[in-house]
């Protein structure tokens, strides 16, 4: 049985930083491509940033670029999305998804499996 489970959200201040992690089990890790979503109230889910299997290939969204790396641990079945600098219109559910591929994806209906989601929010 997969599960993909975030930790990390919580509420911080605009300029301060969260890390997210994201820890996937029941499956082999290193073959999936991995990717962070965030959806607001009345918004649809969007892409934040994605990572090839290998860590070699990253894709960050035009809002976040410069604010926000994603990483991941192959070793310990796990990936990461690092927020700094963060505003108030950061603010959202994230999610953590995988993806059986080796490229890099940044549309929602192309993963397989997603967490339940994690909660940031980042007051003014």
């Known amino acids: 049985q997969v599960q993909v489970v975030e930790s990390g959200g919580g509420l911080v201040q605009a300029g301060g930083s969260l890390r997210l992690s994201c820890a996937a089990s029941?499956?082999?890790?290193?073959?999936?491509?991995m990717g962070w979503f965030r959806q607001a109230p009345g918004k649809e889910r969007e892409i934040v940033a994605a990572?090839?299997?290998?860590?070699?290939?990253?894709y960050l969204s035009d809002s976040v670029a410069g604010r926000f790396t994603i990483s991941r641990d192959n070793a310990k079945n796990t990936v990461f999305l690092q927020m700094n600098s963060l505003k108030p219109e950061d603010t959202a559910v994230y999610y953590c998804?995988?993806?059986?591929?080796?490229?890099?994806?940044?549309?929602?209906?192309?993963?397989?499996?997603w967490g339940r989601g994690t909660q940031v929010t980042v007051s003014s």
């Open positions: 998804a995988a993806a059986h591929t080796i490229v890099v994806l940044t549309a929602a209906r192309e993963y397989d499996y």
């Open positions: 029941g499956l082999t890790f290193s073959s999936y491509a």
């Open positions: 990572i090839r299997w290998s860590g070699g290939i990253r």
